[in-house]
């Protein structure tokens, strides 16, 4: 055996690339709160005028990925799947701008409970994402450190 080749303890470097990402959020969280209030009113407004495209691009703007507060990600986390579980199957609409990651992540999220979140419904959203984004999405979101 070669005794000379480099050992790297990888749990240590994600520790720390973690608390630069929990830094690097920057926003107290009495700001992200606010930001969480006004994207629930953005995506009641949406829903409510029946424009699930719509309300979805609402829901996925500037999600509290990597923060500490678990309470302010549960939250953000039934937002988004409350509009997930508004569409029909039939009626999911399928766009390339919406923010694949982030909604890949809420989904995998939503699958973690199925006692809370339908995981027929998630299955189907999975499809979709899957369709647009391609195996590459779903590889990039399972190694993101930065959790939903």
């Known amino acids: 055996m070669n005794s000379g080749l480099r050992k790297k303890n990888v749990?240590?470097?994600n520790?720390?690339?973690e608390e630069e990402l929990r830094k690097s959020v920057g926003?107290?969280?009495l700001e992200?709160?606010?930001?969480?209030?006004e994207r629930?009113?953005?995506v009641q407004s949406s829903l409510?005028?029946?424009d699930l495209s719509q309300a979805l691009k609402h829901v996925l703007e500037n999600p509290p990925l990597g923060n500490c507060d678990l309470s302010l990600k549960e939250k953000n986390l039934s937002l988004v799947l409350s509009v997930l579980t508004t569409a029909k199957p039939s009626d999911i609409p399928i766009d390339s701008n919406w923010d694949l990651e982030t909604l890949a992540k809420y989904i995998y999220k939503?699958?973690?409970?199925?006692?809370?979140f339908n995981p027929q419904n998630l299955l189907l959203w999975h499809e979709k994402v899957t369709e647009i984004g391609g195996v590459g999405?779903?590889?990039?979101v399972l190694t993101d450190i930065r959790t939903a």
């Open 11 to 13: 749990e240590i470097e």
């Open 15 to 17: 520790s720390d690339d």
């Open 27 to 29: 926003a107290n969280n």
């Open 32 to 37: 992200l709160e606010n930001q969480l209030r």
């Open 40 to 42: 629930q009113n953005k």
């Open 48 to 50: 409510s005028r029946g």
């Open 110 to 116: 939503g699958m973690e409970h199925p006692d809370k």
């Open 137 to 140: 999405l779903l590889g990039r």
